[in-house]
């Protein structure tokens, strides 16, 4: 059974930082890239950041460019997201999720080309 756990969300207050992961079970996700998406009350969920199977590139939303970073340890079979300057716009539940037809990343990061998502992790910005 394929399963993503995602961890590290709270609550933070501006400009503070968070470091968010995503493990993964029953699936080997060093073949894949591996995206973070997020989703805020009332919005759509949008692409975050991605990161290439071999962990050799990524990509990033405008907005977070500069403050997230994305990483993986394949070993661990784990994706993670360092976000930093957090702002009260990043407040949202984000989500990992693998695209098993990709080894590389696409920009702009399309939801519908990823096939299995983490249930999410509630990150809330605010003083």
């Known amino acids: 059974q394929v399963q993503f756990v995602e961890s590290g969300g709270g609550l933070v207050q501006p400009g503070g930082s968070l470091r968010l992961a995503c493990a993964a079970s029953g699936f080997f996700t060093q073949y894949y890239a591996i995206s973070w998406f997020r989703q805020a009350p009332g919005k759509e969920r949008e692409g975050v950041s991605c990161i290439s199977a071999s962990g050799g590139s990524a990509n990033y939303l405008d907005s977070v460019k500069g403050r997230f970073t994305i990483s993986r340890d394949n070993a661990k079979n784990t994706v993670y997201l360092q976000m930093n300057s957090l702002e009260q716009g990043d407040t949202a539940v984000y989500y990992c999720?693998?695209?098993?037809?990709?080894?590389?990343?696409?920009?702009?990061?399309?939801?519908?080309?990823?096939?299995?998502w983490g249930q999410g992790t509630q990150v809330t910005v605010s003083s």
């Open positions: 999720a693998a695209n098993t037809m990709r080894t590389m990343c696409a920009s702009p990061i399309v939801r519908h080309e990823y096939d299995y």
